[in-house]
């Protein structure tokens, strides 16, 4: 999904009437669609430039409220700023790092993007924002030093502002259990409870046990950290891994392959079906369960349209180690390439400190870092923003020693070979302990 704004002022420094709901001249507005579907607005108005005119390109993915949100705080600040434009783009995940790596490869890379915990592969196109902050450009103060290091480089470089804290979590439908004859998840439920689970679902109702997984971090980075106490798939540096037994890895697989024969878990072609949380599985009441981030709970309640719940991922034992803490869920860089990185840094704080932009925001992306912004969005939170709230808590109690950082460092290329080891389990072409081994030995390569 797609949508780029050109919004044009040829005369800026009188405010819209139109916009803004203020008295003032009027301005004439006309709309062009390009031959690619480009919407391109034009605006025009009376009075005199109030500076040089600043173009900025913004870029990033996820659901349509959050792009309606985000598109609405870009108009927020257009209107504060009117020698400012903010063209922007919005996809889906994989449409959107598709994007990116051809806008690396012709080093144009838009001025403010989205990242997450795969920043390194990108790191050589991000402008290090520590500077920003010293000059005061990039306002902190409101935030504390750990959440700041949750979006930093092994070198202690700000690479990034998180716009937002999660969790990972498994959401899952309670009438569905009810109907199953099941008892809701506890919160020490383990691997053995959930796929016991998916099959009496799928044996007394005819629907996936659950959705997709994201069976890179459930399956291999969480499930190695779940195996022991300060366990890790990646080492603390991020250049290279600290874990080699393929046992855990290979004992996950065997699950999701029982799953998948047994018609509980969609296969790849299913999966492939799923382009966005609006049509994920258990939104269409086509499983009871599903995978979810912490800061994905509100977009999947409202478009289920009925009460969802979340659990926290099952451990492979009930006394055992949880495996994962809150983390950073994305994050606002800026491109190295940018010629507006001071204009940049400056739309960045305004995303990240402004309370009404925030209050629009409505902490869709995840828990906000900045304590004031936190405490106005908590306070207006409905129902399903309450859920986020409460169970990025829950988690943030768990005790720290039952509970590993997720190294910022899995590869993009090992998250794809775990996917396609993952199919070729599903489909009986690898059994579960050689796509383990294979998935161990190709990361090992990576660091070679």
């Known amino acids: 999904m797609k949508m780029k704004r050109a919004l044009a002022w040829l005369l800026a420094g009188t405010m819209v009437a139109g916009l803004t709901g203020c008295g003032g001249s009027s301005d004439s507005k006309s709309t062009e669609v390009s031959k690619d579907g480009t919407r391109e607005e034009t605006q025009a108005g009376s009075g005199e430039a109030s500076g040089d005119q600043i173009t900025l390109r913004m870029a990033w993915w996820g659901s349509q409220s959050r792009h309606d949100a985000t598109n609405k705080v870009i108009e927020m600040y257009e209107e504060q700023n009117p020698n400012v434009k903010i063209e922007a783009e919005f996809y889906d995940f994989d449409s959107y790092f598709t994007k990116l790596d051809t806008l690396v490869a012709a080093d144009d890379v838009w001025d403010i993007f989205q990242l997450g915990g795969n920043f390194p592969k990108y790191e050589n196109n991000i402008e290090m924002l520590g500077s920003y902050i010293d000059n005061g450009t990039i306002d902190v103060k409101d935030t504390t030093e750990s959440f700041l290091k949750t979006t930093q480089n092994n070198n202690g470089d700000q690479v990034g502002i998180s716009i937002g804290t999660n969790t990972y979590g498994i959401a899952y439908d309670p009438a569905v259990f009810e109907e199953a004859g099941l008892t809701e998840p506890s919160d020490d439920w383990t691997w053995e409870e959930w796929k016991q689970d998916c ?94 981030a912490s800061n994905q709970i509100n977009s999947i309640i409202n478009a289920a349209g009925r009460e969802i719940k979340i659990a926290p991922v099952p451990r492979i034992t009930k006394d055992g180690a949880y495996g994962m803490i809150v983390q950073s869920s994305q994050m606002l860089s800026i491109s190295k390439n940018s010629k507006q990185k001071e204009e940049a840094a400056k739309f960045v704080n305004y995303f990240v400190n402004d309370l009404e932009a925030n209050k629009v925001l409505n902490g869709e992306r995840g828990v906000p870092i900045m304590s004031k912004v936190r405490e106005e969005v908590k306070a207006q939170a409905d129902d399903a923003n309450k859920v986020i709230y409460d169970f990025v808590d829950k988690i943030g109690k768990f005790p720290l020693e039952d509970s590993n950082v997720i190294s910022p460092e899995p590869k993009t290329e090992i998250e794809d070979q775990d996917k396609l080891l993952v199919e070729k389990v599903q489909y009986g072409e690898l059994t579960p302990e050689e796509a383990a081994q294979k998935l161990v030995e190709f990361a090992q390569s990576k660091f070679n």
């Open 199 to 292: 099959l009496t679902i799928t044996e007394k109702l005819g629907i996936f046990g659950t959705s997709k997984m994201d069976n890179f971090i459930a399956g291999v980075t969480q499930r190695v950290s779940q195996t022991e106490k300060d366990a890790n798939f990646f080492n603390k540096e991020g250049n290279g891994l600290a874990w080699s037994d393929a046992k855990p890895m290979a004992d996950y697989l065997s699950m999701i392959k029982e799953l998948t024969d047994a018609g509980s878990y969609p296969d790849a072609g299913a999966i492939k079906e799923i382009k966005d949380i609006e049509n994920d599985y258990l939104v269409t009441g086509d499983a009871g369960m599903t995978w979810v």
